[in-house]
């Protein structure tokens, strides 16, 4: 809980409503209208707030390194004799390689401190 309302504490603005990409305006875009700054009255809708975003920059991701427009789009650069299943798994080790990084030796330091 307490990460959730440091993240909120430091990205979630209401004022940056007009600003492209905050999350003031994508919780508008989106209609979470019950998410508000105040994460200790709506917990649960701050935590799938936070989920949902983050699922939609991995789909979002996904179709770019994929160069798709859309997700029904076929990506391209397919090798048409390959099997399915195979330019999946290639596509989705692209993905996770992109967005999973090891942590670091520093990284887990200073967080047990």
Request: charged share 20%.
């Amino acid at each position: 809980m307490l990460r959730i309302k440091n993240t909120f504490n430091q990205l979630f603005d209401g004022k940056s409503l007009d600003n492209r990409a905050t999350l003031s305006q994508l919780k508008n875009d989106f209609h979470h209208r019950s998410v508000s700054t105040d994460v200790m009255s709506c917990f649960n809708y701050a935590e799938n707030f936070l989920r949902f975003l983050t699922e939609t920059h991995i789909v979002y991701l996904a179709l770019k390194l994929c160069n798709m427009d859309i997700v029904d789009a076929e990506p391209s650069g397919v090798d048409v004799k390959m099997p399915g299943e195979i330019v999946i798994c290639s596509r989705l080790s692209t993905v996770i390689s992109f967005i999973w990084l090891l942590p670091t030796l520093t990284n887990c330091i200073s967080l047990s401190q």
